[in-house]
């Protein structure tokens, strides 16, 4: 780790303000992303997608379920990766992290 | 709003790994569909063999891409049944969703990383992981890019 400068509560105060103001900034302009994210415009999805799942074949309508919006997570693993998926540092193992989340939030 | 997770790999190879994992999200497989593809998330070999590929909205060359490659889609559905694209994000667009990055940023050392996010393992690939039980798989040797691409 770099060495850092320690520094009397007061001085860690000025420098710790002067960051906040920069984590405000990054909050406020996700939030005037987020705003434009939400007022994209949409493409109609024409063609059927068929998935497998473990309750049989679904179009992407049907993976739904009861509601009326959709996130899909595209988890890289392609055909024949499950016996083989890199163990060594990999775009794969990006998204572990998440779903690992996400398996305790479901 | 519903959350899953797709791959294109067969059904099958999904559900050993998520054995494996013991992850209970949803998980669907796009193995016989165009879904992937047309979502730029996975790539034929014909793509990676041409001049470029087409991933988070641009032409990458080809050394940069993989046949499969990270992204999440939203979609909206009306009460006639039918089905909106109204957001894709790829690369580190959905970081994010991370929330152990999110953690690790304000740890002393950040995320302690020399390339993107090349310190994460598999639960069971950790020295201080627990024994497997005896019918986990055990982690795979790593594939070579060769056979990846294959």
């Known amino acids: 780790m770099e060495p850092h400068q320690i520094v009397s509560r007061e001085e860690w105060l000025v420098a710790r303000r002067r960051l906040l103001a920069r984590e405000k900034e990054a909050t406020h302009l996700r939030d005037a992303i987020n705003a434009e994210r939400l007022a994209l415009p949409w493409v109609k999805v024409e063609k059927t997608y068929r998935f497998d799942t473990l309750e049989g074949p679904k179009t992407l309508a049907q993976l739904f379920g009861p509601r009326s919006q959709l996130i899909v997570y595209h988890f890289m693993l392609g055909p024949g990766w499950a016996a083989g998926c890199p163990a060594a540092p990999s775009w794969p193992i990006t998204w572990m992290a998440p779903c690992r989340i996400w398996s305790t939030m479901m | ?150």
């Not at chain 2, 940069?64 to 992204?71: K, R, S, T, V």
């Not at chain 2, 990055?101 to 990383?113: S, T, V």
């Open chain 2, 1 to 150: 709003m519903t959350l899953t997770a797709v791959s294109r790999a067969p059904l099958a190879e999904i559900e050993a790994y998520r054995k494996r994992m013991s992850w209970r999200f949803p998980w669907a497989s796009s193995f016989e569909s165009e879904f992937n593809f047309d979502f730029h998330v996975s790539f034929r070999a014909t793509d990676l063999a041409g001049e470029s590929v087409f991933y988070n909205f641009t032409d990458l060359e080809p050394e940069q891409a993989n046949d499969e490659l990270p992204g999440l889609s939203a979609f909206s559905r009306n009460e006639a049944g039918e089905v909106f694209h109204t957001y894709s994000s790829y690369a580190r667009g959905p970081e994010e969703l991370v929330g152990t990055l999110m953690i690790l940023d304000r740890a002393p050392k950040g995320r302690n990383e020399d390339a993107t996010m090349n310190f994460v393992r598999r639960h069971d690939e950790y020295e201080d992981a627990p024994n497997t039980s005896a019918c986990s798989a055990r982690p795979a040797q790593p594939p070579s890019p060769e056979t990846r691409n294959a």
